[in-house]
């Protein structure tokens, strides 16, 4: 077991605001989330025309005594695509090769396991990007590069290019070069420029600038300005070694602007969700406020939406003052997560819609349902689903309005005025293919387009204007003797394909993925990957860097050449399996003897007293004390169900208050003031899920039903696609009763982890709860029939015991898939089922029956017929006990943390322990436990079985 501690990553909601401007590693430490100092920032900016490519060598130190796990956080803005990454290996940087996004999280965590080093780097929603680095050594350093690439766009008298640098900490040593190549006039800084002589010099034909420093904070935006003149070239053309000539066209068409008509009525949708503290709350008021004055007169709906719709107002505006509804704006709370889809604009009727939202969906339904009025967005926030809100905006004839994109006067023309956009392009199709945007696009000043020629020389003619109205047109002619050797507009064609697909990402799913795979660009399908050994390429057939290429492709001959064909009936194996757990339950066994007792003083020893660190919420009452009465054939019906355990057979699940220093303040706030009183302590507070299930739990107490859920929701704005936080949130809103948004959360978990059983078994049990069995069937099925690695041992019979029951519950299921050797319900008197969140822990259920036999993963059958399936010390669970004939008395049930060997700690592991009586019955009843642990061996009383 690896001794290393390491610490979660959870981002604070501050951290997240910080993340958005610079690259940073955080981790947490005594409950403090902190960055990694950055000892070493080399920048290099490289600019040809109009497009600008970043690379940021970043060297971070641990000055920890232990090593870390780390995960880098690096979000870009609308436009910007990361084109190259790499991680120091040995000492070196290795650049990174693009796989499947799923298949690079299990290679990932393959590897990991091995304790060898690999790196990841993903796209997450919001167009962030995350890569878990491991390790960073103690009072040591790693390395890592990040190349990012956009097209400028023009600001008054040239291109604008904008580097942000809002590092809050001094770094050791600072470099930056800013290259501009072929450029005529010398470029320009910003009047805020703050770094001291700094200015360009001329070069051959470049400008070049450099800066160097030590102990330096850069904490100021560089903005520059690259002047263009008449003799800018609007067409580029490079032959790839694809053998494809790519044509690029830049050109500042010129613009018509003409008034829209004036809305009398406008339905405004709010998103208060938790995401909201990181918007310009007031650049937005001051916008709408502008807007408002140029109509003059209108009626104004205010809908306020999160996790769910939560109010509708009405404001009436005359003269343009619209102080009352933008005081209101400005106080609003944001808390919870967003469902987009909570929103149907067709149930608003208005001249037009505008929302302000940043678009990430993390909660239920992800698609707003629109109607025919245009719909205007607006979003102040970097982190943002711009491919999804420029969708919105085109198909509804509105317009997306980034504002850190557009200034407050473009902002304010886009909604006063009638959307001028490029229209079309027309060309030979013979001669020309493959040209994006092939869509209306809205031009604000400049405008790009790429495509393939395919004809030594062809002509494409560009319409602007408004609606379908040509108002201006260009013609260009394209030849392939101005072509030259290159792959940046390759690079940049599939870049604008990519953007086009993304809009419709579910119908263009399987495209964006082979087009990522293909081009080397990080996808929402692809992702980024840097190995350590070869032998872990050619393990999992990933093509390496250039460099690794020759000894690669000669291992993977001489392995296909040498590799012998097994062929491994995994089907035959789980029969044989089942077969033996078949055996078990018809087995009759012994209520006679008796084993002594350990005594109470060495079972406490095991034990310890309760801690703020754990929690056990008790599923009970309207909420989780569940009696299911599913109809079974009388076919069906057999002697086992009929002599089941009896009414007053009970489960006692053992009651603890948590002592938390929230909770503590909440208890003294009067009733009135407690929300307003969690709204305060979430800024202190809100990295913890724990947090938000104990305040959820406070408020169940209060019956305050909606606000459970938005505080809940929560969870799912911590961290933009994180499996471990999303399991608990799915789960206690499968114990809640919400199990449609609890299959939104574990669809989400089983698209992010779908090389582990327990993401399709997790789903199957909420899609029973919600009454699709057959959904279930199929999903239980498929771990059945699938092999697993070796972590998860036998969770194939698992599967297929609760597979079993589900049939045997429901009413003509369809089981024609399903191999006839595996019907067979095994019902039992008592079932008991643990599951955790935490990857590479291992948590042990144990039962004491009245005998004095503990039934646990050593002793996994007892001589009174208990029977406890394989250990699971890999992580997740789940860990199963059955007893088929329960002898009367008391059955104690416990958790044991064993231990752990993580890299990443995140200081306490949620469980969740279900008891069962007559599972697989018809008077089949359960009750339900969550709760966290924090040390290894640790032993927490769970409840008793009362059998009488």
């Given at each position: 077991?690896?001794?290393?501690?390491?610490?979660?990553?959870?981002?604070?909601?501050?951290?997240?605001?910080?993340?958005?401007?610079?690259?940073?590693?955080?981790?947490?430490?005594?409950?403090?989330?902190?960055?990694?100092?950055?000892?070493?920032?080399?920048?290099?900016?490289?600019?040809?025309?109009?497009?600008?490519?970043?690379?940021?060598?970043?060297?971070?130190f641990?000055?920890?005594?232990?090593?870390?796990?780390?995960?880098?956080?690096?979000?870009?803005?609308?436009?910007?695509?990361?084109?190259?990454?790499?991680?120091?290996v040995?000492?070196k940087?290795?650049?990174?090769?693009?796989?499947?996004?799923?298949?690079?999280?299990?290679?990932?965590?393959?590897?990991?396991?091995?304790?060898?080093?690999?790196g990841?780097?993903?796209?997450?929603?919001?167009?962030?990007?995350?890569?878990?680095?491991?390790?960073?050594?103690?009072?040591?350093?790693?390395?890592?590069?990040?190349?990012?690439?956009?097209?400028?766009?023009?600001?008054?008298?040239?291109?604008?290019?904008?580097?942000?640098?809002?590092?809050?900490?001094?770094?050791?040593?600072?470099?930056?070069?800013?290259?501009?190549?072929?450029?005529?006039?010398?470029?320009?800084?910003?009047?805020?420029?703050?770094?001291?002589?700094?200015?360009?010099?001329?070069?051959?034909?470049?400008?070049t600038?450099l800066?160097?420093?030590k102990?330096?904070?850069?904490?100021?935006?560089?903005?520059?300005?690259?002047?263009?003149?008449?003799?800018?070239?609007?067409?580029v053309?490079?032959?790839?070694?694809d053998?494809?000539?790519?044509?690029?066209?830049?050109?500042?068409?010129?613009?018509?602007?003409?008034?829209?008509?004036?809305p009398?009525?406008?339905?405004?949708?709010?998103?208060?969700?938790?995401?909201?503290?990181?918007?310009?709350?007031?650049?937005?008021?001051?916008?709408?406020?502008?807007?408002?004055?140029?109509?003059?007169?209108?009626?104004?709906?205010?809908?306020?939406?999160?996790?769910?719709?939560?109010?509708?107002?009405?404001?009436?505006?005359?003269?343009?003052?619209?102080?009352?509804?933008?005081?209101?704006?400005?106080?609003?709370?944001?808390?919870?997560?967003?469902?987009?889809?909570?929103?149907?604009?067709?149930?608003?009727?208005a001249?037009?819609?505008?929302?302000?939202?940043?678009?990430?969906?993390?909660?239920?339904?992800?698609?707003?349902?629109?109607?025919?009025?245009?719909?205007?967005?607006?979003?102040?926030?970097?982190?943002?689903?711009?491919?999804?809100?420029n969708?919105?905006?085109?198909?509804?004839?509105?317009?997306?309005?980034?504002?850190?994109?557009?200034?407050?006067?473009?902002?304010?023309?886009?909604?006063?005025?009638?959307?001028?956009?490029?229209?079309?392009?027309?060309?030979?199709?013979?001669?020309?293919?493959?040209?994006?945007?092939?869509?209306?696009?809205?031009?604000?000043?400049?405008?790009?387009?790429?495509?393939?020629?395919?004809?030594?020389?062809?002509?494409?003619?560009?319409?602007?204007?408004?609606?379908?109205t040509?108002?201006?047109?260009?013609?260009?002619?394209?030849?392939?003797?101005?072509?030259?050797?290159?792959e940046?507009?390759?690079?940049?064609?599939?870049?604008?394909?990519?953007?086009?697909?993304?809009?419709?990402?579910?119908?263009?799913?399987?495209?964006?993925?082979?087009?990522g795979?293909?081009?080397?660009?990080?996808?929402?399908?692809?992702?980024?990957?840097?190995?350590d050994?070869?032998?872990?390429?050619?393990?999992?057939?990933?093509?390496?860097?250039?460099?690794?290429?020759?000894?690669?492709?000669?291992?993977?001959?001489?392995?296909?050449?040498?590799?012998?064909?097994?062929?491994?009936?995994?089907?035959?194996?789980?029969?044989?399996?089942?077969?033996?757990?078949?055996?078990?339950?018809?087995?009759?066994?012994?209520?006679?003897?008796?084993?002594?007792?350990?005594?109470?003083?060495?079972?406490?020893?095991l034990?310890?007293?309760?801690?703020?660190?754990?929690?056990?919420?008790?599923?009970?009452?309207?909420?989780?004390?569940?009696?299911?009465?599913?109809?079974?054939?009388?076919?069906?019906?057999?002697?086992?169900?009929?002599?089941?355990?009896?009414?007053?057979?009970?489960?006692?699940?053992?009651?603890?208050?948590?002592?938390?220093?929230?909770l503590?303040?909440?208890?003294?706030?009067?009733?009135?003031?407690?929300?307003?009183?969690?709204?305060?302590?979430k800024?202190?507070?809100?990295?913890?899920?724990?947090?938000?299930?104990?305040?959820?739990?406070?408020?169940?107490?209060?019956?305050?039903?909606?606000?459970?859920?938005?505080?809940?929701?929560?969870?799912?704005?911590?961290?933009?696609?994180?499996?471990?936080?999303?399991?608990?949130?799915?789960?206690?809103?499968?114990?809640?009763?919400?199990?449609?948004?609890?299959?939104?959360?574990?669809?989400?978990?089983?698209?992010?982890?779908?090389?582990?059983?327990?993401?399709?078994?997790?789903?199957?049990?909420?899609?029973?709860?919600?009454?699709?069995?057959?959904?279930?069937?199929?999903?239980?099925?498929?771990?059945?029939?699938?092999?697993?690695?070796?972590?998860?041992?036998?969770?194939e019979?698992?599967?297929?015991?609760?597979?079993?029951?589900?049939i045997?519950?429901?009413?003509k299921?369809?089981?024609?898939?399903?191999?006839?050797?595996?019907l067979?319900?095994?019902?039992v008197?008592?079932?008991?089922?643990?599951?955790?969140?935490?990857?590479?822990?291992?948590?042990?259920?144990?039962?004491?029956?009245?005998?004095?036999?503990?039934?646990?993963?050593?002793?996994?059958?007892?001589?009174?017929?208990?029977?406890?399936?394989?250990?699971?010390?890999?992580?997740?669970?789940?860990?199963?006990y059955?007893?088929?004939?329960?002898?009367?008395?008391?059955?104690?049930?416990?958790?044991?943390?064993y231990?752990?060997?993580?890299?990443?700690?995140?200081?306490?592991?949620?469980?969740?322990?279900?008891?069962?009586?007559?599972?697989?019955?018809?008077?089949?009843?359960?009750?339900?436990?969550?709760?966290?642990?924090?040390?290894?061996?640790?032993?927490?009383?769970?409840g008793?079985?009362?059998?009488?």
């Open positions: 077991m690896r001794k290393t501690i390491v610490l979660c990553m959870f981002l604070l909601s501050f951290i997240v605001a910080y993340s958005q401007t610079v690259p940073s590693i955080v981790i947490q430490d005594n409950k403090e989330f902190v960055s990694l100092k950055i000892s070493d920032l080399d920048i290099t900016v490289k600019v040809v025309g109009n497009i600008a490519e970043t690379t940021m060598n970043i060297t971070f641990n000055a920890y005594n232990r090593i870390l796990e780390g995960d880098f956080y690096f979000p870009l803005k609308e436009g910007q695509t990361v084109s190259g990454f790499a991680l120091e040995n000492g940087l290795r650049d990174a090769v693009v796989v499947e996004k799923e298949k690079g999280r299990a290679v990932f965590e393959s590897v990991v396991r091995k304790n060898i080093d690999p990841l780097l993903e796209w997450t929603k919001g167009n962030n990007f995350k890569s878990r680095i491991y390790p960073i050594p103690a009072k040591g350093y790693k390395q890592l590069k990040i190349t990012y690439r956009e097209e400028l766009t023009i600001r008054d008298k040239g291109f604008s290019y904008m580097l942000p640098l809002a590092f809050k900490e001094p770094i050791d040593t600072f470099r930056l070069k800013i290259e501009v190549i072929k450029q005529l006039i010398k470029p320009e800084f910003g009047s805020d420029n703050e770094f001291v002589n700094l200015t360009f010099e001329k070069w051959q034909e470049s400008y600038a800066f160097t420093q102990n330096y904070q850069a904490n100021k935006d560089l903005h520059c300005i690259l002047p263009q003149t008449d003799m800018y070239k609007k067409m053309i490079e032959k790839s070694t053998t494809n000539d790519y044509f690029y066209i830049h050109l500042t068409p010129e613009i018509k602007v003409m008034e829209k008509k004036k009398s009525t406008i339905t405004l949708f709010w998103d208060a969700s938790g995401s909201g503290i990181n918007r310009e709350i007031k650049r937005e008021t001051t916008l709408l406020d502008g807007y408002f004055k140029e109509i003059g007169n209108v009626a104004i709906q205010l809908i306020i939406f999160r996790n769910e719709v939560e109010t509708s107002e009405n404001y009436t505006i005359k003269s343009g003052n619209s102080q009352v509804l933008r005081k209101r704006l400005e106080n609003i709370e944001y808390d919870g997560a967003t469902q987009l889809g909570c929103l149907d604009l067709t149930k608003y009727k001249d037009e819609c505008i929302i302000s939202t940043d678009g990430v969906g993390n909660f239920g339904k992800k698609e707003i349902i629109l109607s025919n009025s245009p719909v205007y967005i607006l979003n102040s926030n970097n982190t943002a689903n711009h491919s999804y809100l969708f919105i905006a085109q198909q509804t004839g509105g317009a997306y309005i980034n504002l850190k994109k557009h200034t407050d006067s473009e902002a304010i023309n886009l909604l006063s005025h009638q959307l001028y956009s490029f229209i079309k392009a027309e060309y030979d199709t013979k001669a020309i293919t493959e040209v994006y945007p092939a869509i209306k696009t809205p031009v604000t000043h400049d405008f790009s387009l790429s495509g393939i020629l395919q004809k030594p020389s062809a002509l494409i003619t560009l319409h602007f204007g408004i609606g379908n040509s108002m201006f047109t260009e013609q260009i002619s394209l030849s392939t003797q101005e072509s030259v050797s290159g940046l507009l390759k690079q940049i064609w599939a870049s604008k394909k990519l953007t086009q697909l993304d809009m419709n990402y579910e119908k263009n799913a399987s495209a964006i993925t082979a087009l795979k293909e081009m080397g660009i990080v996808t929402r399908n692809t992702s980024l990957i840097v190995l050994r070869i032998e872990d390429y050619v393990q999992h057939r990933i093509v390496p860097p250039v460099e690794l290429q020759k000894e690669y492709f000669g291992l993977i001959a001489q392995q296909d050449k040498e590799k012998k064909e097994v062929i491994s009936n995994h089907l035959d194996e789980v029969v044989r399996k089942f077969k033996e757990l078949e055996t078990w339950w018809n087995k009759e066994f012994s209520f006679d003897k008796v084993i002594e007792k350990p005594s109470r003083k060495k079972e406490a020893a034990s310890r007293s309760s801690t703020n660190e754990e929690r056990m919420v008790e599923s009970e009452s309207r909420f989780e004390d569940r009696e299911r009465s599913a109809p079974v054939p009388d076919s069906a019906k057999t002697n086992d169900e009929e002599k089941g355990l009896t009414a007053i057979s009970g489960i006692t699940l053992k009651k603890w208050s948590p002592d938390t220093p929230y503590q303040e909440l208890n003294k706030t009067p009733h009135k003031q407690i929300y307003e009183k969690y709204l305060q302590m800024n202190e507070y809100s990295g913890s899920s724990a947090f938000y299930l104990d305040v959820a739990d406070f408020f169940i107490e209060k019956n305050e039903m909606k606000l459970v859920l938005r505080i809940l929701s929560n969870i799912a704005e911590m961290e933009l696609e994180n499996p471990q936080l999303l399991r608990i949130l799915g789960h206690r809103l499968s114990q809640l009763g919400y199990y449609t948004l609890a299959i939104a959360i574990f669809e989400e978990v089983l698209e992010m982890r779908g090389e582990e059983p327990q993401s399709y078994r997790d789903l199957a049990l909420v899609c029973e709860l919600e009454g699709n069995y057959q959904r279930a069937i199929e999903l239980l099925y498929h771990v059945v029939i699938n092999s697993w690695d070796a972590r998860f041992p036998d969770i019979i698992i599967a297929l015991t609760e597979m079993n029951k589900i045997h519950n429901n009413q299921p369809d089981i024609s898939m399903i191999d006839k050797r595996l067979k319900n095994l019902s008197d008592m079932r008991v089922v643990l599951n955790w969140d935490a990857d590479n822990t291992d948590m042990d259920l144990w039962v004491f029956n009245p005998n004095g036999e503990k039934c646990f993963y050593s002793n996994p059958q007892t001589l009174l017929g208990e029977k406890m399936s394989r250990d699971f010390t890999g992580g997740y669970g789940p860990e199963v059955m007893l088929r004939r329960a002898k009367n008395g008391t059955y104690e049930i416990k958790v044991n943390y231990g752990n060997n993580q890299q990443i700690l995140s200081g306490s592991t949620t469980i969740q322990v279900t008891l069962f009586r007559n599972y697989g019955r018809k008077n089949e009843t359960k009750k339900e436990i969550t709760m966290r642990l924090k040390d290894n061996k640790e032993v927490i009383d769970v008793e079985f009362d059998i009488k």
